[in-house]
Nanobody, 126 residues
Framework: QVHLVESGGGLVQAGDSLRLSCAAS????????MGWFRQAPGKEREFVAA????????YYADSVKGRFTISRDNAKNTVYLQMNSLSPEDTAVYYC???????????????????WGQGTQVTASS
């Protein structure tokens, strides 16, 4: 089992950048595929990005491709989400998620992941 804690959210202006972090407990972080999701008020939770156990494979939602970058540091048990050129449409609670499954075609489903953090609020104002 793994415990996930997100940090780095906040209130920014449109066009600004933020970096989210997700710290994982335990000694087997490199066994987990990781994902970032977000949920805006009144909307379903949606996929943002995913990264393989080694960090060699990444996937992105079309809405963030070219602006967001997911990365991980297995020595620090942490996964990151660098968010550039933020817009009001990016405003949401951002969640990190983990699974022991290798990344597959189902990486964008919430049900693919077994563990979730508590979320961190990101607000981009116009």
């Amino acid at each position: 089992q793994v415990h996930l804690v997100e940090s780095g959210g906040g209130l920014v202006q449109a066009g600004d950048s933020l970096r989210l972090s997700c710290a994982a407990s335990g000694r087997t972080f490199n066994r987990y595929s990781m994902g970032w999701f977000r949920q805006a008020p009144g909307k379903e939770r949606e996929f943002v990005a995913a990264i393989s156990r080694s960090g060699g494979i990444t996937y992105y939602a079309d809405s963030v491709k070219g602006r967001f970058t997911i990365s991980r540091d297995n020595a620090k048990n942490t996964v990151y989400l660098q968010m550039n050129s933020l817009s009001p449409e990016d405003t949401a609670v951002y969640y990190c998620a983990a699974t022991t499954r290798p990344l597959s075609g189902s990486y964008y489903y919430t049900g693919f992941y077994d563990y979730w953090g508590q979320g961190t609020q990101v607000t981009a104002s116009s």
